[in-house]
């Protein structure tokens, strides 16, 4: 607690400070929802979202830092502190559309990618891997797979899931309305797809192969953009990810 902090030191006021905080975690909320709704484009257009961004991230001026397609931002700062700094505008009469614009692509994202499922999945069983709003984390608030889960449960979707620490919040959540795994592979037994929701290192280094012999239908739905579109073809696997072409057969 009492840990000297380095780095640069800045004096400010109360209203200063608190804006500060609203304003960075907001932009970086910007720069998901921005990168995001040029997936839409890429995925509309055949471009691919990732040569794009990195491209575009070589500019010093705009960089490659929280340019990141997917299912969208969650977790208690950034849906909390954009909301807080739009509510705070529209009490002082400033015109708030690019804040509401974050959250309404935030929102979009997340429908986008599950409409690839619902259009798809050749079956109403799935598997899910990553509840957290991101990895290394127990933290569900405004998680993507909250929304995701509950719109497939709607849909009659029979729905097992996986997460390394998030399994307890998201069963205080939805108690015993999906099944709950202990592995990665028990979440994939027999299911007609797979949506990967946060981009844990386990699930980077899965082994593909045994995931496919698994699986009634190899289908994955990728909303972190997490392995090579082509060696997923090389394997077989139907697979939808963000922003880039899709491999069906």
């Known amino acids: 607690l009492h840990t000297p902090i380095s780095g640069k030191k800045i004096i400010t006021d109360l209203a200063s400070a608190e804006l500060i905080k609203y304003t960075s975690n907001s932009i ?18 055949g471009a691919d979202v990732e040569l794009v961004l990195n491209a575009v991230g070589l500019d010093k001026r705009i960089g490659r830092i929280f ?9 208690s700062c950034f ?4 909301r807080a700094l739009t509510n705070i505008g529209k009490n002082m009469d400033i015109d708030v559309s690019l804040l509401e614009a974050i959250e309404t692509i935030n929102n979009f994202t997340r429908i986008n990618f ?25 933290d569900i608030r405004f998680a993507p797979s909250i929304d995701i889960i509950e719109h497939l ?30 592995n990665p592979y028990e979440a994939i037994e027999k299911v007609d797809g797979l949506a990967i929701l946060a981009e844990w290192n386990e699930f980077k280094q899965i082994d593909l192969i045994k995931v496919k012999s ?19 073809k090389k394997m077989g696997f139907t697979y939808f990810s963000v922003g880039r072409k899709s491999i069906t057969y």
């Open 28 to 45: 970086l909320a910007m720069k998901i929802s921005f990168a995001n709704l040029i997936s839409f484009f890429c995925e509309k257009t």
């Open 153 to 182: 449960l709607q849909e009659g979707y029979v729905i097992n899931v996986y997460d390394q620490a998030a399994m307890k919040n998201i069963e205080k959540y939805f108690g015993k309305k999906i099944e709950y795994c202990t």
């Open 114 to 138: 599950l409409n690839k499922i619902i259009k798809n999945s050749k079956g109403k069983t799935i598997g899910i891997w990553g509840l957290s709003f991101k990895p290394n984390t127990d």
């Open 214 to 232: 698994q699986m009634n239908h190899p289908c994955i739905f990728d909303g972190r953009n997490m392995y090579d579109p082509q060696n997923m």
């Open 79 to 82: 849906p909390k502190d954009v």
């Open 67 to 75: 340019m990141d397609p997917g299912v969208g931002y969650g977790g």
